[in-house]
């Protein structure tokens, strides 16, 4: 079946403006989450969705920063007011649940470049 | 707070070169480990993965991982290297009273000399 799909595949924007970034998992899967891969740098966790509510957001890096899912279905990760630290890959992962033995199956990524 | 460590940032083998990529984390209590790759232009995949039993496990492609609990270690092997497992090499720790956030290592980059 389709693999988790990331949109836009890339993005650049200036500094301040707002983004959204999309994630569609694979079907069937309850548990979503987000990460960050700045350049040279292993990925950082972000926020992650079990159904549409969201455990544990402690990676957030600010305010800025907020995530939404629908139901066991796309989320949405909003960056406003980009700063030039924002630049980023963003992947987003999912897993049939958020159990100890669940495998995370990751997207191809949003690379964001701030101006 | 856990933290994973990945020692080796660039590695380069030529081809049939034994490999052996260092992990080691920090956390004291019952953690899963992986390893996930990143082939040129791919997605990240998983590799292997350990949760409990035999601490030696074996993944896709070849390659195998050991746990040592008392080293907090979870080094990556293959005895004969391949042109084509040139990629990135990312090791990564889920706690297991944590949810199913992973923590990453910073990534090891594996060139090998055809």
């Known amino acids: 079946g389709a693999g988790v799909s990331q949109s836009p595949s890339n993005k650049v924007t200036e500094k301040g403006k707002d983004v959204e970034l999309r994630c569609d998992p694979i079907s069937g899967h309850t548990a979503l989450y987000w990460y960050r891969q700045r350049l040279g740098q292993g990925l950082e966790f972000l926020i992650y969705?079990?159904?549409?509510?969201?455990?544990?957001k402690s990676g957030l890096p600010s305010d800025r920063f907020s995530a939404e899912r629908t139901g066991e279905s796309v989320s949405t990760l909003t960056i406003q007011r980009t700063q030039q630290e924002d630049s980023a890959v963003y992947l987003c992962a999912s897993s049939f649940k958020t159990g100890v033995t669940d495998t995370q199956y990751f997207g191809p990524g949003t690379r964001l470049t701030v101006l | 707070a856990q933290s994973v460590s990945q020692h080796n940032h660039h590695v380069i083998l030529s081809e049939a070169a034994s490999l052996e990529l260092g992990c080691n984390y920090s956390y004291g209590g019952t953690v899963n480990l992986f390893w996930y790759v990143q082939y040129p232009g791919q997605h990240l995949q998983l590799l292997l993965k350990y949760f409990s039993g035999d601490p030696l496990v074996k993944g896709i492609k070849g390659f195998e991982a050991e746990f040592i609990k008392s080293k907090f270690s979870f080094n990556l092997r293959k005895p004969s290297v391949q042109w084509s497992d040139t990629a990135e090499y990312f090791c990564a720790v889920n706690a297991r009273d944590q949810g199913g956030k992973l923590i990453f290592g910073q990534g090891t980059e594996l060139s090998v000399k055809p």
């Open positions: 969705f079990q159904g549409n509510s969201a455990p544990d």
